[in-house]
């Protein structure tokens, strides 16, 4: 790996440099000063290219795997599907995760996204040599591309800090993945075009060869990065580190979580956001269920996934809202008073939604509007743990706690969404819709209260802490 040595202790990060002085700007009037590091432009880029290809990547496999009604077709089936795309890096992550600290994340970038384009091109491989061979090595393609992604998410999280001023974090939190979701549609539309203009039984494979195009020049941009641009590569005093065996990943993991369970308000925002995202996993598959059998006619695949289309258009819609307001309400109440109204904003909608749903008049436009202040709850979280845990954790440690917090992200949300699969009949009644809807509810107001938790005082110079406000 690159050996170039990491910045010294205490100077601020080479894209961040500058950006500290004058007079703070709160919320999204920060957006100019933000972008003129140079370091966050590059990082964009790389983020902007990839997240471009997995929009095209999953437009490819569209009507293959992910999002055909005819695979999914029940809520035990909905919930097999999400623990195929989301557990693979999950279990392994954390362990993955060592590897963001002791090595420079920039490589990482290079690297994975290198093996990614080789992954994505043997799916389209696999997709044009038709159905008998598709249906053996399909889905092993499938997983080694959606494994590799997570981790080059992952390093683009823990290298956020290293081009952005501490002050912009909350906002950096907010605007780059915002970028990464319009990326992702973009990818879809570019792919949705080559499929038009091809057609024919060619037009997957062709669209995933747009896809490998896309993250090969991703990698490429990451290597435009310098080697230390984004950190890792070991801490300051000690050096690179070598790599080691699975002991060693597993002691640094154990050393990972030591450190986050020394910064009480950062652990407590992860669990918060593990509650969070396994509310979200039991509303996915009520969604569908619903869809299917409640909100549409049982045997009408197409009014079943417009209602699922109008749902996941509200969701957007509260995204986008909690994108515009968290960085002003984040800087002028704290990202954790923040984020626990957020949380409880979500507590509100689905009880809200436990009174509306079983009333069949209003059923869809409730169900429309609760998913769009849950997008407001769930993203407004995340945009303030992600600040919160980002301030709290050492430089030497970011790697492995960012997966963590990635596969708590991901994993909650297949556990909830594999409950409510357990528990939730296909043609369930309103008793049953009512008695999954409430004890989520407080589920969220609990999680609401986690994350506010009681303030400390700053710790002395040296000492962990956690993230203030």
Known sequence: MDATPAPPRGEPPAGARGQGRGRATAGLAALPRLLRGRGLRRLLLVRLLSQS??????????????????????????AGLLALVLLPYTLVGPLVGTLLDRWWRRSVLVGAGAVRAVAVLATAGVVLAGPAVSDAL??????????????????????LPAVVAGRDL??????????????????AGAGTAVRLGAGGARADGLVLVLAAALVAASA???ARLRPDELGGGG???SGPRT????ATAVRELRDGLRHLAARPAAARAVGALGASRGAYGVVLVLVVVLGRTRLAPVDDAADALAVTGLVLGGVSVGVAVAVAVTPSAASRWGPRAWGAACLALGALAAAALAAALPVGAVAVAALVGGAGLLG???????????????????????????????AVFNGCFVLGALVAALVLPLGPSDAAVTGLLLPLAALLVAASALMGGRRHRAPAAGAPGDAHG
Request: charged share 10%; proline share 7%.
């Open 53 to 78: 290809g997995d929009g095209a990547f999953q437009l490819g496999l569209a009507g293959l795997l992910l999002f055909s009604p005819e695979r999914a077709p029940t809520p035990l089936a909905v």
């Open 170 to 187: 909350v906002l950096a939190s907010a605007v780059v993945p915002t970028v990464g979701t319009l990326a992702l549609a973009l990818g």
């Open 243 to 246: 790599a080691g065996g699975p």
């Open 220 to 222: 490429l941009a990451a």
């Open 376 to 406: 407001l709850s769930g993203q407004g979280l995340k945009i303030c743990v992600d600040a919160v845990v980002l301030r709290a954790v050492d430089e030497a440690h970011r790697g492995r706690v960012v997966a963590v917090h990635d």
């Open 235 to 237: 801490t300051p005093s």
């Open 138 to 159: 399909l889905v092993p393609a499938v997983l080694v591309v959606l494994s590799v992604n997570r981790l080059v998410l992952a390093a683009l999280g823990a290298g």
